[in-house]
């Protein structure tokens, strides 16, 4: 029989010494006292059968095939999936307009990113395009005043383009959290309530090709300059899309931005 | 450690080194999950989004241990989701003791309900220490605690489960 007062074991250290995190010296005396306290000594022993137990029902979890939807290679290509849940389960229906083209082109040398950053642009767009009340923070009619604030707030020289020629109207703007810093977004309108956005954020890209991108009914042009992600976003009418890309492409040249 | 983990540092079959150890991961991330959500299809939604928000933080990613990194993520997450749920029943499966059913599935369904009775820290410390084999200084850096709270949540937490499972199913007690 061994002297408790000598060796008396602290409650911490038998798990301690259950999960191998006992000194090796001291494992001699938590064994040495296990041996005089044959309760203690069961309650530790039915610690190691929880273990069993544990590994007896979940082990086969990480035996099993890995499902196809938790492949790197599917989760790469779809960055931002995880924003809509399992439940909602809309996946993003990347198209690039050459499939190549991200990384044959080495335009855009973090494509994923730059891929993420016209997600965010499609998102907005498509929660604020249904809006019928409150689409925007400035309406369209202070153009002067919105592209003055979003200008002073988000650092580059914010422009609404004339988009008149494309049969569209300002509907007005409003400031978005972008992936890096701040993002502004302005909304047009045509005859027949068919609403255009167009979303610019910071991006490290510098510049790149003017780039297609699907996801569900709506599609979006997409390209930097100098710095600045452009994101134009519209139904699926991909010419009138490239028309409307265009004129807010060349009216940014023109603008000098 | 750190620098053969970074990204971009190798490449094999076009596959970064950090991906290749995020990839490995997989399999222990969704055992953790699986026994800490209990439902399956729960559970692998935590590790697609574990696992897309890591990729996603790739380049944040500055070097030091993956595994850990991971299982914080996953934690969190679940964290997260379990406060989102808080207002809403919880279900809980009933407890149908199948005559048929052979021993080792009784006994899996007897630590599956022990699991549940836990509380969220209690359960996660549980796993990563009994069932994931972490330690306890990575336990306690997963959780943001110290190294004190995680023992003693591992402490409550086995003698809730000890006592829950000789409630459940005395017949099962191995222990002499």
Redesign the interface.
């Known amino acids: 029989m061994t002297d408790d007062r000598k060796i008396s074991v602290t ?2 250290e038998l ?2 010494y259950v ?1 191998g ?1 006992l000194p090796a010296e001291r494992r001699a005396d938590v064994e040495a006292w296990l041996a005089a306290h044959p309760d203690e000594a ?2 530790v ?3 190691r ?3 069993e ?7 086969a ?4 095939p ?2 196809k ?2 492949e ?1 290679e599917r ?2 290509r779809r ?4 924003i809509y ?2 439940a909602a389960a809309v996946l993003v229906a990347f198209v690039a307009g050459s499939a190549t083209g991200w990384v044959a082109h080495g335009a855009a040398s ?1 494509p ?2 730059f891929q ?1 950053f016209t997600v965010d642009a499609l998102d907005a767009h498509r929660l604020y395009v249904v809006e019928v009340r409150h689409p925007v923070e400035v309406p369209g009619n202070e153009r002067a005043h919105l592209q003055a604030w979003l200008t002073k707030r988000c650092g580059w020289t914010v422009f609404a383009p004339d988009l008149e020629a494309s049969g569209l109207k300002l509907v007005g703007g409003r400031l978005l959290p972008g992936p890096n810093g701040p993002a502004s977004f302005l909304m047009y309108e045509g005859a027949s309530g068919e609403r255009f956005t167009i979303y610019t954020a910071k991006t490290e890209s510098g510049e790149t090709q003017m780039r297609y991108a699907a996801m569900d009914k709506d599609s979006a042009l997409f390209w930097a300059d100098r710095g600045v992600g452009y994101v134009v976003s519209g139904g699926g009418d991909r010419d009138r899309l490239t028309k409307v890309a265009r004129s807010v492409y060349d009216q940014a040249e023109k603008n000098g931005i | 450690m750190g620098k053969a983990l970074a990204p971009d540092q190798s490449n094999r079959g076009g ?1 970064s080194a950090f ?1 290749q150890s ?2 490995a991961m ?3 991330l ?2 953790y999950a ?2 800490l959500a209990r439902d399956a ?1 729960v559970a ?2 935590l ?3 574990t ?3 890591a ?2 933080s790739e ?1 944040l990613f500055l070097g030091g241990d993956v595994r850990s990194w991971l299982y914080t993520i996953l934690t969190n997450l679940n964290k997260n989701r379990r406060r989102s749920l808080a207002r809403r029943p919880q279900f809980m499966p009933l407890s149908e003791n199948n005559p048929d059913a052979s021993g ?1 599935e009784a ?2 369904r ?3 309900k022990a699991l549940a009775t836990l509380v969220e820290e209690q359960r996660s410390v549980l ?1 990563l ?3 994931e084999g972490l ?2 200084r990575e336990v306690a850096d997963i959780q943001g605690v110290p190294i004190g709270t995680v ?1 003693s949540r ?2 409550r937490a ?1 003698a809730h ?2 006592a829950s ?1 000789e409630g459940t199913r005395p017949a099962l ?4």
Not at chain 1, 61 to 64: F, L, P, R
Not at chain 1, 79 to 82: D, E, M, T, V
Not at chain 2, 173 to 176: A, D, G, P, Q
């Open positions: 409650e911490d798990h301690a999960d995190e069961e309650r022993q039915s610690w059968t929880m273990a137990l544990l590994h007896a029902r979940y082990d979890v990480a035996q099993e890995v499902p939807r938790l790197i989760l790469v960055p931002r999936q995880w849940g399992a973090k994923s990113v993420a | 596959m991906r995020v990839e997989i399999p222990a969704r055992r699986r026994a299809d692998d939604d590790v697609q989004d696992l897309v928000r990729l996603r380049r080792t006994e899996g007897d630590i599956e796993l220490v009994m069932l330690s306890y023992m591992l402490a086995r489960i000890k499972l007690r191995r222990v002499k």
